[in-house]
């Protein structure tokens, strides 16, 4: 079982900047990808940045140039440096985590969520 948790959110003024941080920890053979998916109210769960185990990124067209998602290997744990908030960024934040256990079989385990407000 692999468990998955977030940190940092909060509330930000536009213009603003937040570090969220997310920890995986528990017993599997690999942890490839991890990621921030977020959820406004009302809206589907979207992808903000995903990043694999060879720090390979990838980023949704509406934060590219203002967040950048890092990742410490040693510590399984990825981060997300967001710069520039604007209210529209206002959201739970999610963290995702992806490998495969020691049976060879994939996870695919989520965070609770840490709530991003950006408001003046």
């Known amino acids: 079982q692999v468990q998955v948790v977030e940190s940092g959110g909060g509330l930000v003024q536009p213009g603003g900047s937040l570090r969220l941080s997310c920890a995986a920890s528990?017993?599997?053979?690999?942890?490839?990808?991890m990621g921030w998916y977020r959820q406004a109210p009302g809206k589907q769960r979207d992808l903000v940045a995903t990043?694999?185990?060879?720090?390979?990124?990838n980023y949704a067209d509406s934060v590219k140039g203002r967040f950048t998602i890092s990742r410490d290997i040693a510590k399984n744990t990825v981060y997300l440096q967001m710069n520039s908030l604007k209210p529209e960024d206002t959201a739970v934040y999610y963290c995702?985590?992806?490998?495969?256990?020691?049976?060879?079989?994939?996870?695919?385990?989520w965070g609770q969520g840490t709530q991003v407000t950006v408001s003046s």
């Open positions: 995702n985590a992806r490998g495969y256990n020691w049976r060879r079989l994939p996870y695919d385990s």
């Open positions: 528990g017993s599997f053979f690999s942890l490839n990808d």
């Open positions: 990043i694999t185990s060879g720090g390979s990124a």
